[in-house]
């Protein structure tokens, strides 16, 4: 009875997930708990808390030759966020993509859970004011130095995602980091990012500050710093 309910589980997260409908499909908080990686509770600008499930009905332990150390806890497969509203018996999976680049059809996720230098993972950015969401941050590790950071927020009870505007005013969906360096909160709605640099021109780290604004559902470009390195004489 139990294989048949399980069975059952995944046939519901894989007509929901991939119906092209995402953020219309309702699945059970029971079926969204029993396929999370992760369960956040995630605040909105106005101060409500919603729970946020990140879940893969496809999801996979990786094996064999990796990048990580030979005893992490990796999986890998296709996430896909979903979120309750409080008091609701049912989760509405939304349409952003969590990972890579949608042009190229690229969204696989992994989550490496032995990694402490949050290379491959998820977290929160708590908000420490009123009038301000939480950020969930997913990252995924790109080169053996570096990783790429996506960030959301919940505005009007859906997960959205958040651009980057570069200082020379360039959009884009993600944002390159140091591997180990999260995004980090230094002031009311400002944040700040790190890169480590290796060029002719210049070696070390540059660290970019950035304001948050909602309503564009955008961080802003304000500073860039360049941090220890070094440049040729």
Same mark, same amino acid.
Request: glycine letters at 10%.
């Given at each position: 009875?139990?294989?048949?309910?399980?069975?059952?589980?995944?046939?519901?997260?894989?007509?929901?997930?991939?119906?092209?409908?995402?953020?219309?499909?309702?699945?059970?908080?029971?079926?969204?708990?029993?396929?999370?990686?992760?369960? !956040? #509770? /995630?605040? *909105?600008?106005?101060?409500?808390?919603?729970?946020?499930?990140?879940? @893969?009905? %496809?999801?996979?332990?990786?094996?064999?030759?990796?990048?990580?150390?030979?005893?992490?806890?990796?999986?890998?497969?296709?996430?896909?966020?979903?979120?309750?509203?409080?008091?609701?018996?049912?989760?509405?999976?939304?349409?952003?993509?969590?990972?890579?680049?949608?042009?190229?059809?690229?969204?696989?996720?992994? !989550? #490496? /859970?032995? *990694?402490?230098?949050?290379?491959?993972?998820?977290?929160?950015?708590? @908000?420490? %004011?009123?009038?301000?969401?939480?950020?969930?941050?997913?990252?995924?590790?790109?080169?053996?130095?570096?990783?790429?950071?996506?960030?959301?927020?919940?505005?009007?009870?859906?997960?959205?995602?958040?651009?980057?505007?570069?200082?020379?005013?360039?959009?884009?969906?993600?944002?390159?980091?140091?591997?180990?360096?999260?995004?980090?909160?230094?002031?009311?709605?400002?944040?700040?990012?790190?890169?480590?640099?290796?060029?002719?021109?210049?070696?070390?780290?540059?660290?970019?500050?950035?304001?948050?604004?909602?309503?564009?559902?955008?961080?802003?470009?304000?500073?860039?710093?360049?941090?220890?390195?070094?440049?040729?004489?």
């Amino acid at each position: 009875m139990k294989t048949t309910v399980r069975t059952v589980l995944i046939f519901v997260l894989i007509i929901a997930m991939t119906s092209g409908l995402a953020s219309a499909e309702q699945i059970s908080i029971g079926a969204a708990d029993a396929y999370s990686r992760y369960v !956040f #509770d /995630m605040k *909105d600008i106005h101060g409500t808390h919603f729970t946020l499930y990140l879940l @893969a009905p %496809n999801e996979q332990r990786v094996t064999g030759h990796t990048w990580f150390g030979n005893h992490s806890r990796v999986f890998k497969g296709s996430y896909k966020a979903a979120i309750a509203a409080p008091g609701s018996s049912r989760a509405a999976t939304q349409a952003v993509t969590l990972f890579g680049i949608e042009d190229e059809g690229w969204t696989e996720g992994i !989550f #490496d /859970m032995d *990694d402490d230098s949050l290379q491959n993972s998820a977290y929160m950015v708590r @908000a420490t %004011n009123q009038g301000e969401p939480d950020i969930l941050v997913v990252t995924q590790r790109m080169y053996a130095t570096s990783s790429v950071m996506r960030a959301f927020f919940i505005a009007d009870g859906e997960l959205n995602l958040i651009y980057w505007q570069s200082l020379g005013g360039d959009l884009s969906r993600g944002m390159g980091t140091s591997a180990g360096y999260p995004l980090t909160r230094t002031d009311e709605l400002t944040f700040q990012t790190r890169t480590h640099v290796r060029s002719m021109a210049f070696t070390g780290y540059i660290y970019y500050a950035w304001k948050l604004d909602p309503a564009r559902r955008t961080f802003i470009g304000i500073s860039r710093i360049e941090g220890p390195g070094k440049r040729p004489q």
